[in-house]
């Protein structure tokens, strides 16, 4: 079973840059039917998506946050990573890394679900 | 984008009781509908996936029901490590989105 590590700083200041990586073992971020994905918990808003990266690097955001955020993901050290740009008060949240299984339904389409999560690592932005 | 509603945002009960939580999305996501269990610092775990479907390791008297837009969680008998926020998140399409939480408390 894969096991997700996030690391960073827990303290950013304001307008600057909030950097994150995702360690993944017991499984690789080039193989099977999932995303690499990023969600935080924010006392007043609950879970909140963020986006993910696919092993392709082909990515999806969040629209709320498309214009400050950037995923990318190290297939050699087996992690990926969460930048966000100018960030304020309301960017101080729990943020967990998190696998997103793609299930393929036949005739039906494709549903997504995040079936592996790390423990959470607490930022706060002041 | 699909909005999801879960209701009540809190809940107070004792251990042995039988627990339902609710979840309304703004537009159909078939069965496309799943629930996570979360507790501080702890990884949150995926319960019921495709609305009904108990994830592996998940126990029995955790069971999920509904289609289209209503959907309900049910805790057979509640267990003292049962007391957790629990959410609802659609699967259907992007952004994924996630119920507002139902904290389930000790009565």
Redesign the interface.
């Known amino acids: 079973q894969a096991q997700l590590q996030e690391s960073g700083p827990g303290l950013v200041k304001p307008s600057e840059t909030l950097s994150l990586t995702c360690s993944v073992a017991g499984g690789s971020v080039s193989s099977g039917p999932y995303y690499w994905s990023w969600i935080r918990q924010t006392p007043g808003k609950g879970l909140e998506w963020i986006g993910y990266v696919f092993h392709t690097g082909s990515t999806n955001y969040n629209p709320s946050l498309k214009s400050r955020l950037t995923l990318s993901l190290d297939t050699s050290k087996n992690r990926f990573s969460l930048t966000l740009t100018s960030v304020t008060a309301a960017d101080t949240a729990v943020y967990y890394c998190a696998r997103l299984w793609v299930v393929v339904v036949p005739a039906a389409g494709v549903a997504y679900y995040t079936d592996v999560w790390g423990k959470g690592t607490t930022v706060t932005v002041s | 984008d699909i909005q999801l509603t879960q209701s009540p945002g809190s809940v107070s009960a004792s251990v042995g009781d039988r627990v339902t939580i609710a979840c309304r999305a703004s537009q159909d996501v078939?069965s496309?509908l799943?629930w996570?269990q979360?507790k501080p610092?702890?990884?949150?775990?995926?319960l019921i996936?495709?609305a009904s479907n108990l994830?592996d390791g998940v126990p029995s008297r955790f069971s999920g029901s509904g289609s289209g837009t209503d959907f309900t969680l049910t805790i057979s008998s509640l267990q003292p490590e049962d007391f957790a926020t629990y959410?609802c998140?659609q699967?259907?399409s992007?952004?994924?989105?996630?119920?507002?939480?139902t904290r389930l408390e000790i009565k």
């Open positions: 078939s496309w799943a996570y979360l610092g702890k990884a949150p775990k995926l996936y495709g994830q959410y998140q699967a259907k992007f952004p994924i989105a996630f119920g507002q939480g």
